[in-house]
Structures are given as C-alpha cells and as structure tokens.
C-alpha cells in the first residue's frame, strides 16, 4: 500500500496524522489518516477520503473541488463542549472504574454509554431509541470516534443494567469529588432542596415503586411522580449529592436522609475544595423544618441557615418598622432586618426578622392582580346567578361554596360577605373588601422573612447571603423542567432500576452545564445554561459533499461563521480540539 507522507509530521494531539494511499484495482485512491495508541499500540482511528492522485493534483494547483454534490449540517458546539468538560473530569473512567471491565459484545464501555446519555440529557434530550439518529446529525461521531452503529438502545439499557445502586452511589460521590478538586469549588455553604418530576408510567406498572401520585409540583396529580432531592454548592449551583425517592412522600421525610449524605462525604468534599470541612452549612427553606429534622440536624454538627414562615412568627412580624436597620445597600438595596433570639421548633435560636421593598411591592400585586381578583370574579359569578333565582342548591352548600373560594387565609380575612335568604330562590350575595383589614395583612406579613440559623457570629448580611444561596437550588430545579435541554423529561424508563440510573444522568447532565456555566463566569462571561447552551448549539459544522471520479464522495468540513460572543465561548471551551481540519 503505497503512503504519501509529508515531510513534516501533521501532529494534532493526542493523534497522529498522515496520508495514506490504498490501492484498488487499478486506481489508488488517498485518505486523511489519524492513528493513536490505544492499550499500547497503535491502531487507525479515524480517516478521511481525500481523493485520487489527480484529483489532489488538480486541487493544489488551484483547480479547487468545484460545486459541491451535497451540503449537510451538524450540531457541534453544544455536543462539543459538553462532551470536553465530561471528557475531562474523567468521568467514563470513574464510572469504569467502579461498575468493571465492559462485556466483550459491548460497542462501548458502560461509563462511556453512561456519558452518551448525560450529554444528550444536556444538549437535545430524546429517547434511547432515538439517540442513533440524533447522534448521527451531530459531528459527535467524528471526533468521539464513536460510530452511531453502536448506540442502539439495547446497548444503554445493557449499560444501565450493568450498574448497581450501591454503584451509583459511589460513582456519583466520586464524580462530585472529582468536580471540586477539578474546579476549586468553594463547598463552605451547600443549599438543599427538593422536588418531584411527574412520569408517564401507566398505573399498573408494578415495577417502578418509586414513581407513585403525591402532591405534584408542576400541577400533574394525575400522574405518578418521582422526587429528587438535591444539594448544590451555594455560589454556582454545582450538584454535589442528590437523592432520588417515591413522589408520594413529603420533602420533610426525606431531609435526614439528603443530609445523611452529605455528612457521608461532606469531609472529603471540603478538603478537596476550599474550606475546612467544619465550616461546611448547609441552607434550606422552611419546607424541610421539624423538630426531629433540626434535632438530627444538630447531631450530624453540620451549620445551617433556615428559615419560619412569618405567619408563624406573630411576635416578630408585629414589630414596628423602627426596630429594624438598613443591612448593607450595595449588596441589598432597601433591605431591613432586625436580629433577635426566639423559641423555635424546641430551643432558643437565632432568628432574624427581614423586610424586602421589593418583595413586598411584588407580593401587593400579586395579591391584589391574581388572588383578590380571581376570588372577586368567582364571587360576582355566584352572586349573579343567585340573583337570577334559578339555583337549587341549599344555604349550607351555597355558603360552602363561598368557603372553598375564601379558603385562603390572607383572602378570608380581607373579604367580608353576607348570604340573606332562607330558600333557594330567594339567596343572594353580597361582598366585600375589608380596607382595614387588608392594610393591616398587608402591613403584618407583606415582604417579610424570618431567617433562623446557629451562625451567632455571622454578620447579618452574610446570613442573608447565605440563604439566598437556596435560589441555586430552585434554579436547578426549573431548568431540569425545561423540555429542550439539562431536560429530566422526557423519561422512557418504566422500572424502578432505570428511572434510578436516568436520574443519575440528568444530575450528571446537570453538573456538566453548571461548571460550563462556571467556567464561562470566570472568563467574563455570565450567562445563564439556557443562554450559554443556546450560543454554543448555533456553533455547527458544514460538511460539504463533492463528487469523485470514482467511489464515495470528498467530504471537506467547515465551522459555521460565530459571532464574538460564539468565539469567546470556542475559547474557553477550547471547541478547537475537536474542530475539523481546514
């Protein structure tokens, strides 16, 4: 087999690259060839056709390819960039390394499959099935060297069935490790938080005890749903642990358990990051209080940052405005908080009772435009049809109806009505507003948080700090909920096992988009993963398709044309590594 090899070597680490000829019948015909070691030895690749000697010769000297047959784009930034940070947190490996050797049938490792799924959880989530496909209109498979033929879904539920829990468990606690020392996380405050994700699982499938009806978060009670719960780093939202429990459970059952965890791995997590492992708190929102969980919280000696509803803290909330002071205006605008100690959930602690303009601008509205008017509404509809005599509900059920519209408690005590009439033809309504009353909600509870922690050192401004590290959390939630990227749905496992395993890689996906967020940050450019993920996705790849003499077609492979920001984003990510050869 005749080689045309250039003078100097065409190096494009870790490959090596040459021009190989190979002969058939009576023409030879010349490749792009890029060889590397693998287990030692040197093997092929990748290669690219290039052409006949005539046709190379017709191009040096200027004859050019001509028109092109064809023109086919590829999804390359996104899939890219996902795939470097994945590729350099080693994250195939650790999954290798504890799951075992791959069978010998297999057409990938487990942790690579395992990181195929992450990757289009992050970038374009489909299904197994559908994984060939879109990764065969991706420029993945070039170079990943990894050839759609062996994706078939088959071969991820083999990958997926080859991990145990207690596997997952390990993998999962390596990889958050790996992410810290990696990044330089700074893990001194973590939120916790949690959610439920509604299924499609039919109602008789008894393989899949996790996925149960509750009280569903994105308003599906019709569905069975799974609950996640999640603890992030407080600054970037970095998942560091999660934990994956039946939907029908309240979040408050399943706080010892997440924090449990965290205890498990917190030392190491803190000493490969950049705080000592005793100063690590833990922050979460009132829905995880009770006394039995701050006492187990108390036990594991971990910090924290929680917070009272103010409804609940009628002692505080009926403080003048007087007693509380202006916190730190450049960090919090109008801020005002007043720092005290009170009896909560069984012991003195700290509690400080905080006063937001804006969130009280922004709950005046809300209650006046959405929750006083939609009761109004409801209200003048039953009131018009009982003045139209035609009803023949009782008083009882009338008045039980008005019960259900008012059951809000801010609106119950706001709205005053009265129900004249004995018989059913002859009720009728009347409403009103109480303005007394509704000043008085409004002035009592409006903009008001009552913040409650064991940091009796901690500046006033640096527990608020703290605990609004717990939006990380809720930010996290909200974009595994968005449809079209770091996506927990749609999800086509139906047993217990697999849903388990998916969730695994939509946290990986998760922590992949996270530091990419991070890493983008530290290099000047904030953006949100909806934005970043969108700017790297409009970076493609053209592959222009032109007519040989003989044989398959010469493919020549270009990037799209960027913009600054595109190139930026190319740089920080180092895209270049997996651009193709001009």
Known sequence: MPVLAFPWPLVYYPYMASIVGKRRGEATYYYLVESARVGGKP????????????ELAAAMRGGGLGLPDRIQHRDFGAVAAGW???EDLGVAGIIDEVAGERRSDAGASVGTYLVLAALNRLADPCSKRGFAEWWAKTAAPRFTKIPASVLDHRRFWDAMHAVTAEQLAEISRRIAL?????????????????TNFATFIDTANGKAPIAQRGKAKQKRSDLRLVGLGLVVTRDDGIPLTWHAYPGDRPDVTQFPAMVDQLR??????CAAGAAPAADMTVVFDAGQNSGANFAHLA???????????ASDCPDLTALTASVRALVDRERFGGLTAYDTRRETYGTQRRAIL???????????RGFEGTTLAKAGRKLDELAATLARGKTRRSKDKVEAEIAAITRKPWVRRVITWQLSGS????????WGIDVAARAAREDELFGKHVLITDHDDWPVAEVIAGYRSQSEAEFSFRQMKDPHMVSFSPMFHWTEHNIRVHVFTCVLALQAAHLMRLKARRAGLDLSVRVLLGELAAIGETVLLYPGQRGRPRA???LTETTPVQDKLSDIFGLARYAPRR
């Open 43 to 54: 093997r092929i690749v990748s290669q690219e056709y290039l052409g006949t000697a005539e």
């Open 84 to 86: 470097g940070v994945l």
């Open 178 to 194: 790996q992410a810290v020392a990696v990044s330089g996380l700074d893990c001194s405050s973590v939120a916790l938080d949690m």
């Open 264 to 269: 498990g791995q917190y030392e190491a997590i």
């Open 299 to 309: 036990s594991t000696r971990l910090h924290y940052i929680g917070s009272v509803p």
């Open 354 to 364: 905080t006063h937001s303009p804006e969130l009280h601008e922004s709950q005046t």
């Open 423 to 430: 018989q059913p033809k002859d009720l009728r309504l009347a």
């Open 556 to 558: 020549h492979r270009m």
